[in-house]
Every structure is written in structure tokens, then in C-alpha cells.
């Protein structure tokens, strides 16, 4: 039998979830172990409102540890999903996905950790250099001490939006999505139940919005460990219709603007970052407990199939570091679409549910149709003016849907290449890989590169060129990052300039492509050295 890690001391910094876990699936998995969690606050004392599970992480929970799953699931919430704006409101079925008060949660594996044998320690802060253990694992969260006084490489990226977490004390029906326009701009709640008398309730807007709103000043005059009060009064107002006499409560609460945590290393000789130490992602992906709870299930397992600690914690990263990269790939777009949600609430609430699943690249049209088929039928009839196929792949009959023209009184001339573009129809959504027949504007923006910066200086050059770039073609490396990136960068030109913006990829990323039409992110796409599938202008 090979040799395991030989551990005789592990000390936890951090009893959150990510922390709590950890310890009890390693003193589980090493009953001679002696595991310390270290955890600076007191129990009952927690802030925070639900936690989210989703139904791939509960399996994997299953697989690593099914009791404390079950007393997990015993204590949660499950619910479906609603999007409503104004009096309309489109929904599907999430049932799979469940919540947890993160207080109880966290009593729950504090259970469990006791009743595995490890020692929990509250109400003292340790640093790592402190303690006497052949492991540290440290679990100390976003703000991290650890990761700050390690030579871990970190970079936080800080977004531009502003979100609040506070709560109400009612069951919400549903989870919700929901805008509200203001005098001072639009903010959108993420809400959901996760106890018969909770719900959280999360709010978010731009930079714009919050100064209008004067919340500048309330964030800066409420103390760290207090709630912004004059935001829950003026958000209880404005959210006063989702919820039906209740008040918004907080615990802590107050704006914040997300922190994305990327480390060039997880581990430094005998400390291991996991969890919001090691990277974060995006709430709305719902990843954060999710992320910490499955780096811990990594990490026991590398340090129970590795000789020595340098090899383990080498192979915990390496196996945790594709799935965490992909998530916040994932949760990035994520962040980008929601900080600039405001600018679709022209669409329909059925089509702006489609463009919300689709918004990462993660939910294909395919599948989200197989599961929510009446929203999605109403979606793309709303966008095609005509009725989808009730069987069959829904991404050629999206790529072969016509453009119209956004003029149709006005009757177009078939041989002008410089006509304006409102004025043009398209047979099909694809054109030839020519952008030259198009007079188009070629943007080359790289291989998997990130919007953030290039976008404006794309928008900024089209608005220059108005009355001249008249046709946007976005090109660029052929993986799927860089595809979708252009996407992205696609719809904040189809939103803000008045180009026909055309995105061209490889043929294997159809789908892809299909899903930014029917989401309205760009007017047509070409595939690289195709040049059948329709199209012409008409």
C-alpha cells in the first residue's frame, strides 16, 4: 500500500463552510490526526443571509461525505425561479437548487466537525506563523490575512458595480430577478427563500445610480460592523411591491463592489489557500460556498494519494485549478452582464430570460429549452416574428431566421454595399466569411481577451467613424473564450452604436453563435472560411 502525506498536527484558519469541511473530511479520513479550526468569531454571531447548492455540488457533497449532506438538505430551502419586470414575469423550474441559512449551515458542519474529533477553537485570531501544525490550511475568506502575508502572487480585480446582501423575513414564493426603475436609475434584485420565515435578498446597481441615490455618503458614515439603515429604508421602498408589507433586515449589511481574488499559487511550504482565499467568483453563479466546499474535497484527497506535502498540495492545485479558472470565466461574464443589465429592459421579459441563462455561455439554447419550453418558444418568436419548431435542434433554425430591416416601409437597394444598414434585410442570420462585400470594419480583438477595456476603445472607435463604420465585423483567435468574448463586445455595440455588428468564429462554436443571435447580442455571424449558409442581403 503507498505510503500517505504523514500529517500529525493540521490547523484550520477559518471556520466558514470551505474551513469546516475541509477538517472534518480530513480528521474523517485521519482519525491520528490532531485538527485545529481557528475561527475568529464566535458561533451564532455569523452575517449573512442563504447559501445556495445546486444539484452538481450536492452530488459531489453526496459522494464525499452523505452525512452531512443529509442534515444539510433536511435544513434547506428549495424553490423555482421567477423574472419579472414590470407586470410581466417569465419562470422555470430550478427545483434542483436549494438554500441554506448560512447560519445554519455553518451549525451543521460545526456538528459534524465536533463529531469527527476535530477541535474548534472561537474568538481568537491566529496567523499561520503562529501555530505549530505540519499543514495550515487557510480559509480565512476574501480578505484574507494569509494570502496577504504569503508569497501566493494575488491580483483582486475590483468591479465597477455596486451590490448589497440583506434579507426579509418572508418566504419569498419564488426566487426572483427583478428591475426597478427610480428617479435616480434602476436597481435589481437577486432574491430567494431559504427558510420558511427568510429569504435574502440582494441588491444591485452601477456606479451612476448609487452616487445619484446618495449612497456615497451612507457608505461611508455606517460603521463595519453596522448596516447601511438609510439603504434598507429607501430599498424596502423600492422593492415595496415584491414585498407584500415586509421590510428589508440587515445583518452587516451594507455596498460593497466585488472582489475577483486570482493567485498565481495556492500554496506556499507548509500554508494551502482554499476557498475565497484562493480565488472568488461572481454571487450570481452562486459559486462561492460551492468553490470552498469542493477545494476541500480535492485537497484531502490529494493529501490522501501523495507521499509528501510539496506533491500533495501541487497535485490539490492542479486538479483543482481548470474547474476553478472555468467557473470564473463563467462568473466574469457573469458580473459584466449584470452591471450592464439595465441597458436590456427593452426586450420582453421571456426574451431577457433567455439572454440571462445564456449570458456566460454555460446554459446552451438547446437545454434550456428541453427544460423551460414555453418561455423559450415565446422568446424566440418575439425575436424572429415567427414560431420555432416544436422538435429539432433550435441552432440552425436560428441561424437560418432572417434579418429584417429596421426601415420596412423603406425598400432597400440589392446592389448597395454603402446603404445604410437600418435599411438592409438579411435571408439568414450567416454571411459569407467576406467582410469586404459587406463594407464592413474589421476589429480584430485578439485571442482570449478579455472585454474589459477593449470594448470601450471598440465603442469609442465606432462612434468616431458614426456615418462611416457603418458595419462592425469583430474577429479574433478561434478557442471559445475569445469567441464569446466577442459576444460581449458585440452587444454593447448592437446596444449603443447604430452598426450592424457581424461576429465571425469557427464552424465547431455554431451553437455558440446561434445562442448570441437568439439573445440578441449581435445581428448576424460568419464562420471562419465558410462561405455557404445563406444570407446575402436582400
Known amino acids: 500500500m503507498r505510503p500517505r502525506c504523514p500529517l500529525r498536527r493540521v490547523a484550520v484558519l477559518g471556520g466558514g463552510p470551505g474551513g469546516l469541511y475541509a477538517a472534518r473530511l480530513l480528521k474523517l479520513a485521519r482519525p491520528d490526526c490532531d485538527v485545529v479550526v481557528h475561527e475568529q468569531g464566535v458561533p451564532d454571531q455569523t452575517f449573512g443571509f442563504g447559501v445556495g447548492l445546486a444539484a452538481r455540488t450536492q452530488r459531489r457533497l453526496a459522494e464525499a461525505d452523505p452525512a452531512s449532506l443529509d442534515d444539510i438538505l433536511a435544513a434547506a430551502w428549495s424553490h423555482d425561479m421567477r423574472m419579472r419586470v414590470g407586470d410581466r414575469e417569465a419562470g422555470m423550474d430550478v427545483n434542483a437548487l436549494v438554500a441554506i441559512g448560512r447560519a445554519e449551515l455553518l451549525r451543521v458542519l460545526q456538528h459534524h466537525a465536533d463529531d469527527a474529533g476535530v477541535k474548534l477553537e472561537f474568538g481568537t485570531r491566529r496567523a499561520a506563523d503562529d501555530l505549530d501544525a505540519d499543514l495550515v490550511i487557510a480559509a480565512d475568506g476574501v480578505g484574507s490575512a494569509t494570502r496577504a502575508a504569503g508569497a501566493f502572487g494575488a491580483e483582486v480585480e475590483v468591479g465597477s458595480g455596486w451590490y448589497l446582501w440583506a434579507g426579509v423575513d418572508v418566504a419569498l414564493p419564488h426566487a426572483l430577478f427583478a428591475p426597478e426603475r427610480t428617479e435616480h436609475g434602476v436597481f435589481v434584485t437577486h432574491a430567494y427563500p431559504y427558510a420558511p420565515d427568510r429569504s435574502t435578498f440582494l441588491v444591485e446597481t452601477d456606479e451612476a445610480t448609487w452616487r445619484k441615490a446618495g449612497f456615497g455618503e451612507s457608505t461611508a458614515t455606517t460603521p463595519a460592523d453596522a448596516s447601511d439603515a438609510v439603504a434598507l429604508e429607501y430599498l424596502s421602498d423600492v422593492f415595496a411591491r415584491h414585498l407584500d408589507g415586509h421590510r428589508l433586515i440587515g445583518n452587516r449589511t451594507r455596498w460593497l463592489q466585488f472582489r475577483t481574488v486570482r493567485c498565481a499559487r495556492w500554496h506556499d511550504g507548509r500554508v494551502v489557500l482554499l476557498g475565497d482565499a484562493a480565488h472568488t467568483a461572481h454571487y450570481s453563479v452562486g459559486s462561492g460556498t460551492k468553490l470552498a466546499m469542493e477545494d476541500a474535497i480535492a485537497l484531502v484527497d490529494a493529501l490522501d494519494s501523495s507521499d509528501d506535502l510539496a506533491t500533495a498540495l501541487a497535485a490539490y492545485e492542479d486538479a483543482r485549478r481548470p474547474a476553478v479558472t472555468r467557473i470564473q470565466d463563467i462568473a466574469e461574464r457573469s458580473r459584466r452582464w449584470w452591471e450592464t443589465f439595465p441597458e436590456r429592459l427593452d426586450l420582453p421579459v421571456e426574451q431577457l430570460l433567455v439572454a440571462y441563462m445564456s449570458r456566460a455561455g454555460n446554459v446552451p439554447l438547446d437545454r434550456f429549452a428541453a427544460g423551460t419550453p414555453d418561455v423559450v418558444a415565446t422568446a424566440l418568436r418575439q425575436w424572429a416574428g415567427e414560431d420555432p419548431p416544436a422538435e429539432g435542434s433550435l441552432v440552425e433554425w436560428a441561424l437560418e431566421r432572417a434579418l429584417r430591416p429596421s426601415s420596412p416601409g423603406q425598400e432597400p437597394d440589392l446592389d448597395a454595399v454603402d446603404e445604410p444598414v437600418g435599411t438592409r434585410g438579411f435571408d439568414g442570420r450567416v454571411v459569407p466569411d467576406d467582410p469586404a462585400a459587406l463594407g464592413a470594419t474589421v476589429l480584430d480583438l ?88 445563406g444570407g446575402d442581403g436582400r
Not at 446596444?495 to 468564429?505: C, D, F, K, S, Y
Open 446 to 533: 485578439g485571442a482570449d481577451d478579455r472585454p474589459a477595456g477593449r470594448e470601450q476603445t471598440v465603442e469609442d472607435g465606432v462612434r468616431r467613424g458614426a456615418g462611416i463604420i457603418d458595419c462592425v465585423w469583430l474577429t479574433g483567435g478561434d478557442d471559445r473564450a475569445s469567441v464569446l468574448t466577442r459576444l460581449e463586445v458585440a452587444e454593447r455595440l448592437r446596444r449603443r452604436t447604430p452598426a450592424l455588428v457581424v461576429v465571425v468564429g469557427p464552424h465547431g462554436l455554431r451553437a455558440d453563435l446561434a445562442d448570441g443571435l437568439a439573445a440578441d447580442r449581435t445581428h448576424l455571424v460568419a464562420f471562419r472560411g465558410e462561405r455557404s449558409g
